[in-house]
């Protein structure tokens, strides 16, 4: 029998189709393997599909300290003084870099990453949403963050977010019954991770989530899911795409130095939630803008009062207690004695630190395997950051 040329093309197409998935999957299955993981969280579009953000025009490079600082040796924790310098090893710093008044006063990239390095951000993506939701609602094309979340995606209305307020999904307290669990194979955030490196769809995947845990707005509990629901509602609200958001509101006008990119899903839906990529120093850029309470060179970006708002303790109590022990904004958290700082944090180490009293702005990447394994699901691992950060900015009064 014989084949034609169109079939043989056919067959060509659809296996190179197949390949890219099953390649994805494969870096997916060992993005955080201990060899290759520094490597991987600087090359995050060879495991996922992606969206590129160039670079902004009006480019702005940040004014570098010629009075460059040393960090402090050693930082507090638990009534024992620790190294900084051995913290940073320990966990497995990627980069760091240190901003006062606007300026840059330290910067060290580590592990054979460089300065032009994209970072993958995980939920410091969060964050970023939430300033542009800031932005939305000044707008009015957010009316109120009363409204249900129904109200601009009628589709989630044959879910589990059926009615529930646009407030209670920023304090990640929707009340959707959804494993966070990292370490367990069939937890829904790593179910959705594989459908997000096979190519399927994450708005889909968020119309299926049925189950209710408890009322909305009674508790808070870590949902990364909620932050791509408020994606959707953000995309038929502004009737852009959150990369198109993005970009026009905040990327443009804080005159990024790289590029940058959103992982996405098969359709080309950004992965709000944790998949934005850019270098150490424009992550430090979105801290600077939150410092400064939402301006940047003469322009009130973000809303004054969002600011405010976004990152103040004013969540709903956690449902753990015991294990969830900061406190919480518009996916913004806050560090337990906070004296007005709060931070955007990622798993596996990504933090960006702002302390406005102290005029400085922390980010600290990294690929620590061990983030997850402290017994604590990270949370020791957060307040000992914190309290080294703390030390930091303390240092350079």
């Given at each position: 029998?014989?084949?034609?040329?169109?079939?043989?093309?056919?067959?060509a197409?659809?296996?190179a189709?197949?390949?890219k998935k099953?390649?994805n999957?494969v870096?997916?299955?060992?993005?955080f393997?201990?060899?290759?993981?520094?490597?991987?969280f600087?090359?995050?579009?060879k495991a996922?599909y992606f969206?590129?953000?160039?670079a902004?025009?009006?480019k702005?490079?940040?004014p570098?300290?010629q009075?460059?600082?040393?960090?402090?040796e050693?930082?507090s924790?638990?009534?024992k003084?620790k190294?900084v310098?051995?913290?940073?090893?320990?966990?497995?710093?990627?980069?760091l870099?240190?901003i006062k008044n606007?300026e840059i006063?330290?910067?060290?990239?580590r592990l054979?990453?460089?300065?032009?390095?994209?970072?993958?951000?995980w939920?410091?993506?969060?964050s970023?949403?939430s300033?542009m939701?800031?932005?939305?609602?000044?707008?009015?094309?957010?009316?109120s963050?009363?409204?249900?979340?129904?109200?601009?995606?009628p589709?989630l209305?044959?879910?589990a977010?059926?009615n529930?307020?646009?407030?209670?999904?920023l304090?990640?307290?929707?009340?959707v019954?959804?494993?966070?669990?990292?370490?367990d194979?069939?937890s829904?955030?790593?179910?959705?991770?594989r459908?997000?490196?096979?190519?399927?769809?994450m708005?889909?995947f968020?119309?299926?989530?049925?189950?209710v845990?408890?009322?909305s707005g009674?508790?808070?509990?870590?949902?990364?899911?909620?932050?791509?629901v408020l994606?959707m509602?953000?995309?038929?609200?502004t009737?852009?795409?959150?990369?198109?958001?993005?970009?026009?509101?905040?990327?443009?006008?804080l005159?990024?130095?790289?590029?940058?990119?959103?992982?996405?899903?098969?359709n080309?839906?950004?992965?709000v939630?944790?998949?934005?990529?850019?270098t150490?120093?424009?992550?430090?850029r979105?801290?600077e803008?939150?410092?400064?309470?939402g301006q940047?060179?003469?322009?009130q970006?973000?809303?004054?009062?969002w600011?405010?708002?976004?990152?103040?303790?004013?969540?709903?109590?956690p449902v753990d207690p015991?294990?969830d022990?900061?406190g919480?904004?518009?996916?913004?958290?806050v560090?337990q004695?906070?004296?007005?700082?709060?931070?955007?944090?990622?798993?596996?180490g990504?933090?960006?630190?702002?302390?406005?009293?102290?005029h400085?702005?922390?980010?600290?990447?990294?690929a620590?395997?061990?983030f997850?394994?402290?017994?604590n699901f990270?949370?020791?691992?957060?307040h000992?950051t914190i309290?080294m950060?703390?030390a930091i900015?303390n240092?350079?009064?």
């Amino acid at each position: 029998m014989k084949i034609s040329g169109f079939f043989l093309l056919l067959v060509a197409i659809l296996a190179a189709f197949n390949h890219k998935k099953i390649t994805n999957l494969v870096h997916v299955l060992n993005l955080f393997d201990e060899g290759p993981i520094v490597q991987n969280f600087s090359h995050m579009r060879k495991a996922f599909y992606f969206d590129e953000i160039p670079a902004s025009g009006g480019k702005h490079t940040w004014p570098v300290s010629q009075n460059p600082v040393e960090l402090p040796e050693l930082y507090s924790w638990q009534g024992k003084n620790k190294s900084v310098s051995a913290y940073l090893d320990e966990t497995r710093t990627t980069s760091l870099l240190v901003i006062k008044n606007g300026e840059i006063v330290y910067e060290d990239y580590r592990l054979g990453t460089g300065q032009n390095d994209h970072r993958i951000s995980w939920s410091m993506a969060k964050s970023f949403l939430s300033a542009m939701f800031g932005v939305a609602v000044d707008e009015g094309k957010i009316k109120s963050l009363d409204d249900p979340v129904t109200a601009y995606v009628p589709e989630l209305s044959v879910s589990a977010y059926n009615n529930v307020p646009i407030r209670d999904v920023l304090y990640m307290a929707s009340g959707v019954e959804f494993d966070e669990d990292y370490l367990d194979f069939h937890s829904d955030i790593n179910k959705m991770g594989r459908i997000l490196a096979l190519g399927g769809s994450m708005d889909k995947f968020a119309i299926k989530m049925q189950e209710v845990a408890r009322p909305s707005g009674q508790n808070r509990q870590y949902v990364s899911i909620d932050t791509h629901v408020l994606g959707m509602v953000l995309r038929n609200a502004t009737k852009q795409s959150n990369k198109e958001y993005l970009i026009e509101k905040l990327w443009n006008k804080l005159g990024s130095e790289r590029d940058a990119y959103y992982l996405t899903d098969g359709n080309g839906i950004a992965f709000v939630l944790g998949g934005l990529n850019m270098t150490t120093r424009d992550y430090a850029r979105f801290g600077e803008l939150f410092r400064l309470q939402g301006q940047w060179q003469g322009e009130q970006i973000i809303p004054k009062e969002w600011v405010s708002e976004s990152t103040a303790n004013s969540a709903p109590p956690p449902v753990d207690p015991v294990n969830d022990t900061f406190g919480y904004g518009y996916q913004w958290w806050v560090p337990q004695n906070a004296n007005g700082d709060f931070f955007a944090g990622g798993i596996y180490g990504q933090f960006i630190y702002v302390n406005p009293k102290l005029h400085t702005v922390i980010v600290k990447t990294s690929a620590h395997r061990g983030f997850r394994n402290d017994g604590n699901f990270g949370r020791d691992v957060k307040h000992e950051t914190i309290e080294m950060f703390r030390a930091i900015a303390n240092s350079l009064n």
